[in-house]
């Protein structure tokens, strides 16, 4: 499963993580309109409770969800003591943040991708490659940001390339060539 990168955290584990934003009003009751950045979008109609706030600043207010429809990656939410297309529209911009605890328990095999930063990355045969930094949405699949040495590296985050999964340490079993064509890059 993977989320947005972008997640508030005041130790290890993320408190909050970014779920998608809002792009604009829809209709004139105070409902708005917003890009998910979710594999499952359907997980967001369970929560009352989300949290908006702009990306650059530490805050995030607590929102009551009213309600919630789905249309592929696209909701449309009506948040309490938001009544008007005004107020719709001074929520623009923001983004949409769901606390991580609340977040639906990963099937056999899966996890989500913001648990992989912060962890050394290394080959199968022990090999350092750096430390995960980040976590870059292509449009296709997400690309793993690992840092060594103030040098970048990019590696697809394909399960089969994600042998293990350990507390400290992500093992990738990585087909050959690519951190020498990652080298040459940079």
Avoid at 87 to 93: Q, S, T, W, Y
Avoid at 114 to 139: D, P
Avoid at 155 to 164: E, K
Wanted: hydrophobic share 40%.
């Amino acid at each position: 499963l993977a989320l947005n990168k972008d997640v508030h955290s005041s130790g290890d584990e993320p408190e909050l993580i970014k779920i998608g934003q809002i792009t604009r009003p829809h209709g004139i009751r105070g409902e708005v309109r917003a890009m998910l950045d979710m594999d499952n979008p359907e997980i967001i109609v369970a929560y009352e409770e989300l949290f908006v706030g702009q990306d650059k600043e530490n805050t995030r207010q607590a929102t009551t969800v009213l309600s919630i429809r789905l249309h592929s990656h696209t909701a449309i939410i009506r948040f309490v003591d938001c009544e008007s297309r005004t107020e719709a529209e001074a929520l623009v911009g923001m983004s949409l943040w769901i606390q991580t605890k609340n977040l639906p328990a990963p099937g056999q095999g899966e996890f989500y991708l913001y648990t992989l930063e912060g962890k050394v990355a290394q080959t199968t045969e022990g090999q350092i490659v750096g430390r995960i930094v980040g976590i870059l949405e292509t449009g296709g699949q997400p690309v793993l940001v690992i840092q060594k040495n103030h040098q970048e590296l990019f590696i697809p985050a394909v399960g089969d390339f994600i042998a293990n999964i350990g507390a400290e340490v992500v093992e990738f079993n990585l087909p050959p060539g690519l951190l020498e064509i990652n080298a040459k890059e940079n």
